[in-house]
């Protein structure tokens, strides 16, 4: 799954079966506030909201930006991944 970042839209986004899946984000600064992942009804259950959320995050690490997880699915996510923890802002 290709996954690109629409800086206009405010989200990373990939096209799923002809739809776009996305995860939008909000930037303060050098702080990325990961507000929601959005997987259409027909892709979900597959792992495209983890894959999303692991490439955001590993975005977030390359570029030196800190997370806020607003998403429920993005907390849960951090949750069983503490490798991430490093990149929560404080």
């Known amino acids: 799954m290709q996954i690109t970042k629409n800086e206009k839209a405010r989200r990373f986004e990939a096209l799923v ?3 776009t899946a996305f ?6 600064v050098e ?5 929601y992942v959005e997987v259409p009804i027909a892709a979900r259950g597959h792992g495209v909201a983890a894959e999303m959320t692991k490439h ?8 030196g930006f ?12 951090l949750q069983r991944h503490p ?4 990149l929560l802002a404080k």
Do not use: Q, W
């Not at 995860?23 to 303060?28: G, T, V």
């Open 83 to 86: 490798e991430y923890e490093p």
């Open 66 to 77: 800190k997370v806020v997880p607003v998403c429920s699915y993005i907390k849960a996510y």
């Open 56 to 63: 955001v995050l590993d975005y977030a690490s390359k570029h």
């Open 23 to 28: 995860l939008r984000f909000h930037m303060d």
């Open 17 to 19: 079966n002809g739809e």
């Open 31 to 35: 702080t990325m506030h990961l507000l």
